[in-house]
């Protein structure tokens, strides 16, 4: 029987008592493959790492090793929500790596958004293998593979979560969820006890507010997106637009403009609203905002986030312009 491939039998996972049934099935097949071994897994954040994660403590407990790097370029408050939920209410055995000068000092100056991905992704691997190999008696390699992924790449597994791990280290591999589908994951991750903000956590580029961050990334200006972005994010909560958007944030370009500021003038960088809806994320449509959430928005993160003196709006749909800017 192909292990990649979900069986026609297996009913969708929609209901509290069917994601119970099948984190039951995982919690046996887990320990079977495992027995007292220990098992390493790059903890992102995302969805699927943080459900994976939650399953295996379930099953193996502090056999697992969970890696979290931050570098630099996560949301506001993620790393912080990755180290409460995981080290402190589920006990996790939790590794915290705050990377983030040696990444942006590797990116300083750098402008191309494919090599901005390149040294993001290179490096993220470079400080997963140091941290790997200090550890002991590793023989399992975690990852949070899911269905669509196996489909995507047509039934040859890219390794999309740790990326190209070292020839020399050989682990036999964890993957959970592999025949789940992303709203399935969801559901099993509620399931766990996750906080719903997590759970129902955005889609989020492994490159972070890198590709956000337009152009060559500075420090301020990268300060400055991650607070209008939480801004953002904020004013959607509260109204519910963030269920009826899928994904939303800001983007702010290496450009400045004159603005005025207690009577004087003073130069700011643009913030840029990006609100797109999607299916399939190979062509998103544009929803109406209200305006007057669009005033909010502006007035808070105008007067709120050092630096920016202007909020537009993004009015693109998909094709003519892609979800990212970058």
């Known amino acids: ?102 990444f942006l000092d590797l990116l300083a100056g750098v402008e191309e958004p494919e090599k901005k991905r390149k040294i993001i992704g290179g ?16 023989s399992f390699l975690a990852q949070g593979t899911i269905y669509p992924d196996i489909l995507e790449s047509d039934g040859v597994k890219a390794h999309h979560n740790v990326g190209g791990l070292p020839e020399d280290m050989q682990f ?6 592999k025949l789940l589908y992303k709203d399935e994951v969801r559901v099993v991750g509620k399931a766990l006890g996750l906080p719903a903000s997590m759970v129902d956590r955005q889609p989020f580029p492994g490159p972070g507010l890198g590709v956000r961050c337009l152009g060559a990334i500075t420090r301020d200006r990268l300060n400055a997106l991650r607070e209008a972005d939480a801004i953002l994010r904020e004013e959607f909560d509260k109204s519910g637009l963030n269920t009826k958007v899928w994904q939303y944030f800001i983007a702010v370009p290496d450009l400045k403009s004159v603005g ?40 808070r993160i105008t007067a709120e986030v050092n630096g920016i003196n202007r909020v537009l709006y993004d009015l693109t749909p998909k094709p003519v312009g892609t979800i990212e800017w970058e």
């Open 260 to 299: 005025v500021k207690d009577s004087k003038r003073y130069e700011g960088w643009p913030a840029i609203i990006r609100a797109v809806n999607t299916t399939d994320a190979m062509s998103a449509t544009i929803e109406e905002i209200p305006y007057d959430i669009l005033h909010k928005i502006t007035d």
């Open 172 to 177: 036999e591999l964890v993957e959970p969820v």
């Open 123 to 138: 490096e993220f691997i470079k400080v997963f293998d140091e941290e790997a190999r200090k550890l002991e008696g590793i």
């Open 1 to 102: 029987m192909d292990n990649n491939k979900r069986p026609d039998s297996m009913e969708r996972i929609t209901t509290p008592e069917l994601a119970d049934k099948f984190i039951a099935e995982q919690v046996a097949a887990v320990r079977e493959q495992v027995g007292d071994k220990k098992v390493l897994l790059a903890l992102s954040g995302g969805v699927d790492s943080s459900v994976v994660a939650a399953l295996l403590i379930k099953a193996i407990g502090k056999q697992l090793v969970c890696v979290h790097v931050n570098h630099g370029l996560m949301r506001k408050g993620e790393s912080e929500q990755v180290i409460e939920v995981f080290q402190n209410q589920l006990d996790a055995n939790l590794i915290y790596i705050d990377a983030t000068d040696r």
